[in-house]
C-alpha cells in the first residue's frame, strides 16, 4: 500500500538582516542564527525510527540563496577511487532538489558528501537523468567539514541561475531536502538509508516523484 501524500510543507527563507553579501562572498561568512531551524527530517520508510538528526537552514539576499546542512553521525562514509563526481551516491549525503513544477517534467538535483563532491544532474520524469549536466558556471558553490558531531555542508547557489532556470518565480521555490545515510559502501548493491523532509507518497524509496518536494518561500 503507498503511503498517503501529505500537503506540501512550506519553510520561509529569511532575508538577511544586513546589507546584501555580494556575488562572491563566502558563504560560510553567513550568520545562521537568523534562519529558521528546520528539524522535522524523518525516515518515510522505516517509521519506528526516531527523528532523523539533521538541522538545516537557509537565507536569502539580492544575489544569492545560502544553505546549510548540519548532520549528526558518528560514521560517514565515503566512496573516492578516480573522485568522479557520480562516486558521491556511494556515501553518505545530502540532497537538495529543484523543480519549477510539480509534472517533474524537468528539475535539477544537487547530491553533496562531506568532501564537498557535488553530484549535480538535471533529469526528466520519471528518472531519466543526465549526469553531465552541470549547475550554470559560478553560481553554485559549496563547503564541508567535519565536527565532533558529524559533518557540515554549506552552500550558496545565485539568485539568477535559479531564475535563469525557471526555478524562482515570485519568491517561491519547490525544493526536496533528502539524505542518504550509507550503512556500508556496495558498489553492486545499495545499503542506504533514506531520510526526508517530506513524506513521500510511495511505499518503497524514492524521492524523483512530486510528493516528496515541499516549498521555499522566500521573504
Not at 9 to 37: C, F, I, N, P
Request: proline share 5%.
Amino acid at each position: 500500500m503507498a503511503l498517503k501524500p501529505t500537503n506540501p510543507k512550506t519553510y520561509t527563507v529569511r532575508r538577511m538582516l544586513h546589507d546584501t553579501l555580494g556575488e562572491t562572498t563566502a558563504h560560510d561568512s553567513v550568520s545562521w542564527e537568523q534562519a529558521h531551524a528546520l528539524h522535522d527530517f524523518v525516515f518515510p520508510w522505516e517509521p519506528e525510527k526516531p527523528s532523523a538528526a539533521i538541522t538545516f537552514r537557509a537565507l536569502h539576499d539580492d544575489h544569492g540563496l545560502y544553505w546549510q546542512f548540519r548532520v549528526r553521525d558518528k560514521d560517514i562514509k565515503t566512496y573516492v577511487d578516480k573522485n568522479e563526481k557520480s562516486e558521491v551516491i556511494f556515501g553518505d549525503r545530502v540532497e537538495i532538489f529543484f523543480s519549477p513544477d510539480t509534472t517533474l517534467s524537468t528539475y535539477y538535483c544537487l547530491e553533496i558528501d562531506s568532501l564537498a563532491r557535488v553530484y549535480d544532474y538535471r533529469a526528466n520524469y520519471y528518472r531519466k537523468f543526465d549526469s553531465a549536466w552541470q549547475w550554470p558556471s559560478g553560481q553554485l558553490q559549496v563547503q564541508a567539514r567535519l565536527d565532533e558531531n558529524g559533518y557540515v555542508v554549506t552552500g550558496r547557489i545565485g539568485l539568477q541561475s535559479l531564475k535563469d532556470l525557471g526555478l524562482l518565480t515570485h519568491g517561491t521555490l519547490r525544493c526536496g531536502l533528502y539524505r542518504g545515510k550509507c550503512m556500508k559502501i556496495d558498489l553492486q548493491q545499495e545499503a542506504m538509508q533514506w531520510i526526508s523532509w517530506v513524506t513521500p507518497a510511495s511505499a518503497t524509496p524514492d524521492f524523483h516523484i512530486p510528493s516528496s518536494f515541499g516549498i521555499f518561500q522566500l521573504e
